[in-house]
C-alpha cells in the first residue's frame, strides 16, 4: 500500500486560498500535479474570458453549479444554465461569456492559473524583494540563482513539475533572512560565532515561513539548501542522498553566484575560477552530477 501524502476535507467553498476579483472571487480547493480544482464566483451582468496559454496542452474545465451564462460561438448565442458543464483544450483564441445571473463555476485547469493570482504568493516574492532590498550585494541574487538552477534541472533531464518546483525555490530560498539584522548580512569582515549562528536560522525561518502557505511543499528545498554531502552544512547536518536533489540543486547555483558576484569583502570571481572550486568540493560539500551540469551549462554558454 502507498501512504497518501495529502488528504483534506473541506466543508466549504472557500477552500484553501480565495482571490479577490473586481468580477467576483476564485478559491483554490486542490491542487497537485499541476492540475487546480478552483470555485468561481462571478457577479451578475459580468464578461469573464477564457485565454489562449502560451503553453500548449492546456486544459480548462467548468461546471456550473448556479447561474446562467451566454457565449457567442460562431456568430450564434449559446446558453449555458446550472447543471450545464463546457470545457477548453489547445484554445487558440479568448473565448468570453456574460452572466445573466450570479455564477458559480466549479474550475478545472491542468494549468496552476490560481497559483499565479495567488496573494500568498504574491506577498512571498514581495519579501524576497525586502531581503534583497537589505543587502545591496544580494540585489538579483535569488533571480539569478533560480536561472543557474532551472538550467541546471534540465540539463539533469528532471520532470516538468520538478523545474517548476526548484524555480520557486530558487526565487524563496533565503526568504528567511527577512529578520536578520542588516549589519549582520552586511557585515565586510569575517563573522563572530553568535553572527554566523544567527545566519544560520535563515533555512528553517524560511521553512516556517512558507508551512500553511500554497508553497508549504517548496519547504524541504528551503530548509536544506546550507547542507552539505559530507554533514557539514547547517542546520541538521543531512548526509548525501539524505538531501533532497532540489536543495542540491540551489546549493550549487547560490555557491556559484556568492562568488562570481561582488562582496563587501571581496571582488567577484571569474567563473572559471568559481568552478575550479566548486569542483574540488563535489563529493565533498557539492554533488558531483550538479557541479557537472553547471559546468556544461557554463561551456555552451562560453563563460568559461
Ligand atoms: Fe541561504
Ligand atoms: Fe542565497
Redesign the pocket.
Known sequence: MTTMARFFIGHDLNGIEKVTQDSGELALLARGGGTEVMIQKINSDRTFSIYPSDQSDVMEFFFVLEGNITTIVNGEEKHIKKGNYFYVYDLHEVLTFNTKSKATLLYISSLPMFYLLSNQIRAMTKIVEQVEGKDYYTHNHSSRVQNYSIKIAEKLHLRPEKIDDIAWAGIL??IGKINIPDEILNKPGRLTPEEFAIIKT??SEGKRMIEGTLLEYLSEIIAQ??ERLDGSGYPQGLKGDNITLGARIIAVA?SFDAMTTDRPYKKAMHPRDAITELKSLAGIQFDPKVVAALEEILKEEDKL
Do not use: E
Request: no cysteine; hydrophobic share 0%.
Open positions: 530560498h533565503d535563515h533555512p539548501h546550507h547560490d
